[in-house]
């Protein structure tokens, strides 16, 4: 058994390696994640972890894997949940994330078009403000303006 300082050791190791780097082997993951190596293939093959893989087809697992399995554990242990209630957790939480970054992603785009209409709206002569119309929607309509010259 390996001693806990020790164990402290490779998981500061493990944080040092970027989140999706697949550097550790299966044994040194299932230690990190206090698992035995037989589990970590059992759970690869059900599909709730996905280590990535060599070459030679030999399984590497990433921090965010070591993290996944510690997660896989407690929900088993502590909570309850059986393996197919795990997959369809750890699913759902991946649709939840991937729906969270796009919605990040559409505020930003909103945020930089509101930045500039503002810019294209201070522009315009303070003059000529009054008789623009503003369009709601995008149009192909050409629209040929002409000063009144009735004035």
Do not use: C
């Not at 559409?106 to 930045?115: H, K, P, V, Y």
């Amino acid at each position: 058994m390996t001693e806990p300082a020790e164990v402290a050791g490779s998981q500061d190791a493990a944080r040092a390696v970027a989140e999706d780097a697949a550097v550790f082997v299966i044994s040194v993951a299932a230690e990190l994640a206090g698992m035995h190596a037989q589990t970590l293939r059992q759970y690869d093959r059900l599909g709730l972890v996905s280590p990535g893989r060599t070459a030679g087809g030999g399984r590497r697992y990433s921090p965010r894997d070591v993290a996944l399995l510690r997660e896989v554990q407690r929900l088993s242990q502590e909570d309850g949940v059986n393996l197919a209630g795990i997959k369809r957790i750890i699913d759902l939480e991946s649709r939840v994330e991937a729906l969270q970054a796009r919605v990040h992603e559409l505020l930003e785009e909103l945020e930089m078009s509101e930045t500039r209409r503002m810019a294209a709206e201070a522009a315009v002569p303070a003059g000529y403000r009054r008789d623009l119309v503003p369009q709601r929607r995008p149009s192909s309509a050409l629209v040929v303006w002409r000063p009144r010259t009735d004035r």
